[in-house]
């Protein structure tokens, strides 16, 4: 299974400019995700991060892993009745191993670590060509809302 744009914007709440997932390759409901971010210089953070030396911030990376994991876990969700809210519950082991540039395609890869009613804990890699750019823990929170 596969999500374009359009799936995805159904899935997340958020909209550009903080809209950070282009497309879900794979998807395990439950269990794991793999989806891309392609960044372009034409993103608003770029300007002033840095003049010159343009590098993706470090919390827009985390926040690209949250929104994967968001897409994971309102795909596996549905059907359970009522609209899906997810709430972003906290971050561990955050790791930045390279940068990330305009020009790169991040690859996005989310593994669900354990599940206890509404919340989750997901093991989050990010990829550019092949290479760990990041890694964190994330933890998430969904919350029904009729």
């Known amino acids: 299974m596969v999500m374009n744009i359009e799936e995805i ?3 997340l709440p958020h909209r550009y400019p903080f809209l950070l997932v282009d497309r ?17 210089m034409n993103e608003p953070h770029f300007p002033g ?22 897409c994971l876990a309102v795909k596996s969700e549905e059907g359970a009745g009522g609209k899906i809210l997810p709430l972003f519950a906290g971050v561990e ?10 020009g790169d395609v991040l ?15 997901l093991e989050c890699v990010g990829t550019v ?12 929170a969904l919350q029904t809302i009729e």
């Open 9 to 11: 914007m159904a899935a």
């Open 49 to 70: 991060h840095f003049p010159g030396n343009p590098i993706m911030p470090g919390v827009m990376i985390l926040e690209a892993m949250a929104q994967a994991a968001t």
């Open 107 to 121: 690859v996005l890869e989310v593994t669900v670590s354990r599940r206890r009613g509404y919340l989750w804990w």
């Open 24 to 40: 879900v390759l794979e998807i395990k409901k439950g269990e794991y995700i793999k989806a891309i971010k392609m960044v372009s």
């Open 93 to 102: 082991k955050a790791r930045f191993k390279a940068p990330v540039r305009p």
């Open 129 to 140: 060509d092949g290479k760990v750019v990041c890694k964190a823990d994330i933890q998430a």
